[in-house]
T-cell receptor, first 114, second 114 residues
Framework: DTAVSQTPKYLVTQMGNDKSIKCEQNLGHDTMYWYKQDSKKFLKIMFSYNNKELIINETVPNRFSPKSPDKAHLNLHINSLELGDSAVYFC?????????????FGQGTRLTVV | AQSVTQLDSHVSVSEGTPVLLRCNYSSSYSPSLFWYVQHPNKGLQLLLKYTSAATLVKGINGFEAEFKKSETSFHLTKPSAHMSDAAEYFCVVGAMEYGNKLVFGAGTILRVKS
């Protein structure tokens, strides 16, 4: 019974396309995140939502738009994909929005833009 | 300023010998500290966490880490390496001055030789 699940696991698409990655957590957590892992394996936060509200928005191009329909879901939509968007995107969740606790990660979505 | 520094990008040990992965952090407050492991093409798994309780923290798979405030360090150790420990390890810090997010180190790749 997967705690944090992302789909798809792999995504290959052409430049200029629009794509979405979905994430769901069944842990009952209040906070969800999107992280990007680049080709050098460096992980950086992109967005954080607490109970469907955006609380962290790092310096991410506005082609990236997160959407949280409820606190168990946080989807990532990317418009006009560029080669530099190729990376592994991880969704994560954590139990408390006001405290710093560990995050539970999904398996990642490997996005390749060609 | 760098929030978390992993001092070695690669560490190579022989099976059965001790493992030491070094991590230093910068924080003006009492941080929360974590170690995560990522096996090739897999997601991130929490190994252990420090959140202001005991300074010596035991994690899964025989790993331990010691929080040393005076040295601002949180090194990861294991008495005896196993082939299955070969992976990338991330030291992660959460602190008030970084907002409600986890900040990742650049990672250390652990290689275990037979």
């Amino acid at each position: 019974d997967t705690a944090v699940s992302q789909t798809p696991k792999y995504l290959v698409t052409q430049m200029g396309n629009d794509k979405s990655i979905k994430c769901e957590q069944n842990l009952g957590h209040d906070t969800m995140y999107w992280y990007k892992q680049d080709s050098k394996k460096f992980l950086k936060i992109m967005f954080s939502y607490n109970n469907k509200e955006l609380i962290i928005n790092e310096t991410v191009p506005n082609r990236f738009s997160p959407k949280s329909p409820d606190k168990a879901h946080l989807n990532l939509h990317i418009n006009s994909l560029e080669l530099g968007d190729s990376a592994v995107y991880f969704c994560a969740s954590s139990p408390y929005g006001g405290q710093i606790t560990e995050a539970f990660f999904g398996q990642g979505t490997r996005l390749t833009v060609v | 300023a760098q929030s978390v520094t992993q001092l070695d990008s690669h560490v190579s040990v022989s099976e059965g010998t001790p493992v030491l992965l070094r991590c230093n952090y910068s924080s003006s407050y009492s941080p929360s500290l974590f170690w995560y492991v990522q096996h090739p093409n897999k997601g991130l798994q929490l190994l252990l966490k420090y959140t202001s309780a005991a300074t010596l923290v035991k994690g899964i798979n025989g790993f331990e880490a010691e929080f040393k405030k005076s040295e601002t360090s949180f090194h990861l150790t294991k008495p005896s390496a196993h082939m299955s420990d070969a992976a990338e390890y991330f030291c992660v810090v959460g602190a008030m001055e970084y907002g409600n997010k986890l900040v990742f180190g650049a990672g250390t790749i652990l290689r275990v030789k037979s």
